[in-house]
């Protein structure tokens, strides 16, 4: 690397800026190195090509749906992992899904000659100039702590807690001078809206940003975007299609954060309590959310996962009793039925509450309700919080009938156990708004 100074390097390394004539005399080091070459098949439309060639370390890209980001990316880490062999390269996704999506779409662009392994439990690919490619999610972003990123894509970065950027990934790239890209739609106001801030503001070799709807997708019907603007809250079509930053997250529910209030409570012995219990079915969370009636503030929330139905009556059963045997309201639906018969065996006071789609559409949007009024209140639980900002709700095409859920890959549980706490705490506005 000569022309650059060791000293200069490590400076800006620890000041976690990096100055331009060092960046510029690192790019054309790299260049003399020996290329591979390998011919690929991919036309990338205008606004692809603006983000692609850019020479900037850190490139952000927020971008409507459908509008290319994506495969931009894999065409772009492909582009690093050949021309810079032995190099180690991350893509990391909100969750599981999300990785495996990103994962086949690489195993289908790379032609196969040029992988010599491909191990799929790990999600991780072996390229001929043994440079690697691996997908990892950010779920347990303690996880993504270890050795240093030559190259990285972070994609639906607005999903991806700050903790992952910061203290895991962000440290990782220091060593190798790691260049990344990190793309999502707008979600809010967090830390990704914060990065494309900066980026936009310095637009130079260290770090800059793009924006672009889907309609700079070419291959992407110029009708079904004006379906979807004729179709969509206005404020949800300014954010998934047109890429806008908005004040709060365009979702389902508004004023998530002016509920945030208070902590987490002991039992009052005079205090009246309930309980909204959702139960785990196979993979994800029985949630146990505690709300004091007169208050109708969450005092306390139980999560929890793999455990077998008696531990989970025991569990549930226990903290009902540390409630001053609280009134519990729990999800009974198929498996929920003898369950509830099994807590109401023990002496607990227990109601169900049967799902379908008309019912879920009443609870929720009672719920949507509350938290908008600030009718309730609860401490900052990252699960519950993060759940609340990314449940969606779909129109479907056919009947124009609303369906509530949380994204492919992401879990609700803490969503619908509060729903059933706010319910069963006798809310005026809830329980009309159910009973109709």
């Excluded at 996704?93 to 191990?119: C, G, H, S, W």
């Excluded at 603007?229 to 806008?244: G, I």
Aim: proline letters at 4%.
């Amino acid at each position: 690397m000569a022309g650059i100074r060791v000293e200069d390097i490590a400076k800006s390394i620890l000041s976690g800026e990096t100055d331009d004539k060092i960046l510029s005399q690192l790019a054309q080091s790299r260049r003399q190195q020996k290329v591979f070459k390998l011919e690929i098949r991919f036309n990338p439309h205008e606004m692809q090509r603006a983000f692609l060639e850019s020479p900037s370390r850190f490139r952000i890209v927020c971008a409507g749906r459908r509008g290319g980001k994506t495969m931009g990316c894999v065409a772009d880490e492909v582009r690093f992992a050949w021309e810079h062999p032995k190099s180690r390269c991350f893509w990391v996704a909100p969750v599981y899904q999300q990785t495996m999506r990103a994962f086949r779409m690489m195993v289908d662009f790379l032609p196969p000659k040029v992988i010599t392994r491909i191990e799929r439990t790990d999600r991780r690919l072996w390229l001929v100039n043994e440079a690697m490619i691996e997908f990892r999610s950010a779920t347990d972003y303690e996880n993504l702590r270890g050795e240093g990123i030559d190259f990285l894509v972070i994609d639906e970065a607005a999903y991806v807690a700050r903790e992952a950027w910061e203290a895991s990934l962000r440290p990782a790239l220091a060593d190798r001078m790691g260049r990344a890209v990190i793309i999502s739609t707008p979600r809010g106001r967090g830390w990704f809206y914060e990065l494309w801030q900066r980026g936009a503001a310095r637009n130079d070799l260290f770090m800059a940003s793009f924006r672009f709807p889907t309609s700079a997708n070419p291959y992407i019907p110029r009708e079904e975007i004006e379906q979807a603007r004729e179709t969509l809250p206005a404020d949800v079509f300014q954010q998934e299609f047109e890429a806008c930053f908005l004040e709060e997250s365009a979702g389902v529910f508004r004023g998530i954060d002016k509920c945030i209030k208070g902590e987490i409570e002991y039992p009052s012995p005079d205090g009246n309590y309930v309980i909204g219990l959702d139960l785990a079915r196979t993979t994800d969370y029985t949630v146990a959310v505690v709300m004091e009636t007169g208050r109708k503030h969450v005092v306390y929330m139980d999560r929890f996962t793999k455990c077998d139905w008696q531990t989970q009556i025991e569990r549930v059963a226990a903290l009902s009793r540390r409630y001053n045997n609280a009134l519990i309201l729990m999800d009974s639906t198929g498996v929920g039925d003898p369950i509830l018969s099994e807590i109401d065996a023990r002496g607990l006071e227990v109601e169900g509450y049967t799902f379908t789609n008309q019912s879920k559409r009443a609870l929720i949007e009672g719920l949507v309700l509350a938290i908008e009024k600030g009718g309730i209140t609860y401490p900052h639980m990252e699960a519950l919080i993060s759940e609340l900002r990314v449940y969606e709700y779909e129109i479907s095409t056919t009947s124009n009938a609303v369906h509530y859920s949380a994204p492919s890959g992401f879990n609700d549980d803490c969503v619908i156990a509060l729903a059933l706490a706010t319910y069963q705490s006798d809310n005026t506005w809830v329980r009309e708004r159910v009973k109709r």
